[in-house]
Each structure stands twice: as C-alpha cells, then as structure tokens.
C-alpha cells in the first residue's frame, strides 16, 4: 500500500527551482563489457566537448547474462539497457554530472524500444551500443558517436523526442541533423548550465534516489535542495514520501504542515498524507485528505483518475471509486484505464460522452476488455487489452 502511494505523488510532483552555486560536477565515463579503447577515447573526446566538464573513466563493469524478449535487435540475446543503467547509477560519485556506459553489445529497451541508445527524463546516467557502427570511418563513427550522444543528454535533461529536423528525432539515422531545434536547443542549453549544487540538479537527484529505492540519499538530495531554495512544494512533498518509505511519519507530518502553511492551495500535501493515513489503517482521514486534494487539484480529469485509482486499489471503497471515475469522464476525461476499471466494476457499462458519441465497454475474464463505439470519437486501435 505505501509503495502505491509513493509511485503515485512521485510521479505528480516535479521540480522547476533553480541552481543557487554553479558548481560543474564530473562526467564519468564506464565501459560496460569489452568496447575498444578506441570507442572509449572517441567517447571521452565527444562528452568532454558537449558537457565543458572533465571527463573521467571508471573501472570496466561486466555485462550480465543476455536474454531474448520482445524488444531484442534481430530476435536474438541482447541485454536490458534499463537494468545497466539501474547497475551505472546505483553508488555513483559523490560529484556525478552524467554518468555515461559504453558498450560493444546489442542492447534493448522495453520503454523505446530502441536498440542504440537509452536514458531516462532527469536522471544522470545514459547508455549507448557502438555494436551498429563499429565498422564505420573514423569521421562519420565521430559524427554518429556525438548525434547519439546529443540526443541521449537532451532526455536526461527533460526533453522529449522532436518530430522537426532536430537531433531530438525519436529515430537516429545517419542522415538526420546533429543539430538541435531551438526548442531542444533551449534543454540542451538549460540542462549544461545547471549546477551539481543547485535546488533543481539536486531535486532530480532525490527523485532518481527515490525510483531506485534509496530512500535515505533521496532523504539527503531534498533537504540538501530545500536549504537552496525553501518551499518548494512538490520537493517538500517528495521529501515527506522520501521520510514515509522510511516509516519517519512525524518527520513526514511537519514537512507536509510546511508545505501547506507556504503552498495552501496546492493538492499535493493532501494527497501524501491521503497516503499516510492509509498506512496507518486510517482510512476516514485519509479518504478526507484525498477529497481536499481533489477540491485544490487545478487538473480535475487527472485528479479524480487518481481518487478512482486510490479508492478502489488502496482504501478498497468501489462505491467512491466509481463515484470519481464518473466524474474524470464528465469533466472531459478520457483515460483508457479508466474505461477499464469502470468496466470491471459496472458490467456492462454504456458510457455517453459527447452526442451522438458512444461507447460501450463490457469487461469478460477469459476475453479481457471489448469495445463498441459509435459517433465521432475514434475507437482503440485494438479490440482488447
């Protein structure tokens, strides 16, 4: 129940402070299995010249053993680029930038399905495969070396993929520019600027922490942030979730009384001690603290998605849940997921969006979840989940 809650107001809350000291930090560089010194100095040379920081390397990490599944290059053995990156940032040091992993291997993701290269939004480490252009000329490996590279640094600092001439393209190719949008030029831009000492850099660091299950170093990176820059709400509100993963409920009480008293508008307090109170087998209170969020939220299909979620997952009240999953659909909600529960709760159901737009859903246990639609609206590209 608490690992629930604390994926959920995670996931809502994002940090936009701003660093106070520029201090650079350090860019470190891993050969993960056996990539030639040749790809690590080419590697050196490309970060050093994006990021203006020092560039060091680290000891060679092992690859582990390779598994076949669905996102695999050619249906054959390849290895789980998230779970090298997990590997690449589980002790990094203490003045980590970006840490960077160089592998000769084939590599896969089951999140962009992408074969060459992986990062995630606001994390500090990234990987890459030289394995599709080790036979390339020395010019054009350099090239292909900086445009992956480009584009990998652009998610790690929150930029997403471009659909314009831009090195932010969803799919890298030789031909595509290694330049980027003015967009995308702005994160790359924003995102070299920043500080290992600022508020936002270490607010990222606290929220990566926190995704890998260390909660006393995400504990650390917030308070280390919010003594940079003092109340801001969403990094007092995963400071709170950071202090329950750890059972620490007083610590986690005033932090929210904190944020409340300086944001009294925002729903995010609300919603963590929702969480909170539900740990402690208070369901009235957490219930009560879940419709003052709601009531604050300025998102009303997001925020009645989640009371749905949390009645019917967490506090076990369908009643209420189909009460607000009704509700994110009359205020112009149209999340499949709630479709589904709906559907799983109220079989059939016949849902009237918007005349003469209807869809009905019936939700079966062996043949999973069937649509019928009718009027403007587009039906889901498959007929079941």
């Known amino acids: 129940m608490r690992s629930l809650f604390i994926s959920m107001v995670t996931a809502m809350a994002a940090c936009h402070s701003t660093p106070v000291d520029w201090s650079p930090g350090t860019v470190y560089l891993v050969p993960v299995g056996s990539p030639t010194d040749a790809e690590m100095k080419r590697a050196e040379q490309v970060l050093g010249v994006l990021t203006q920081r020092t560039v060091r390397r680290l000891p060679r990490r092992p690859l582990v053993r390779a598994a076949e599944h669905l996102h695999c290059p050619q249906g054959v053995p390849c290895y789980d680029a998230g779970a090298i990156l997990d590997d690449l940032l589980d002790e990094p040091p203490g003045d980590t930038f970006r840490i960077v992993g160089v592998t000769e291997a084939p590599v896969s993701s089951s ?29 054009e490996a350099h090239a292909r070396t900086r445009q992956i590279v480009s584009h990998e640094l652009g998610h790690t600092f929150g930029a997403e993929h471009c659909e314009g001439p831009c090195v932010m393209q969803p799919r890298l190719n030789q031909e595509l520019t290694t330049s980027a949008c003015p967009l995308h030029r702005r994160h790359l831009v924003d995102g070299l600027s920043q500080s290992i000492d600022g508020a936002r850099f270490l607010a990222a660091v606290g929220r990566e922490r926190g995704r890998l299950g260390r909660w006393n170093g995400a504990i650390v990176a917030y308070r280390h942030a919010l003594r940079r820059q ?43 001690r929702a969480g909170l109170y539900a740990t402690q087998a208070a369901p009235g209170r957490a219930a009560a603290h879940l419709e003052s969020g709601v009531n604050r939220d300025p998102n009303p299909p997001n925020a009645h998605r989640l009371a749905g979620v949390v009645y019917q997952d967490v506090l076990r009240d369908d009643t209420a849940a189909i009460h607000h999953f009704r509700l994110h659909l009359s205020v112009g909600g149209r999340d499949p997921e709630v479709l589904g529960r709906l559907a799983m709760l109220l079989t059939p159901t016949t849902f009237v969006f918007t005349d003469p737009e209807v869809v009905v859903v019936q939700y079966d246990e062996h043949q999973g979840l069937m649509w019928a639609h009718a009027g403007w609206g587009h039906p889901p590209e498959e007929s079941g989940w």
């Open 230 to 272: 003092p109340h801001v709400v969403e990094v007092e509100t995963n400071l709170a979730v950071a202090l329950m993963a750890r059972e620490r409920y007083l610590e986690a009480r005033d932090v929210l009384d904190q944020a409340s008293y300086y944001s009294p508008k925002s729903p995010l307090p609300f919603y963590v």
């Open 111 to 139: 999140v962009g399905r992408d074969s060459i290269a992986f990062a995630r939004h606001y994390e500090r480490a990234m990987l890459y495969t030289t394995s599709t252009f080790v036979s390339l000329p020395p010019d």
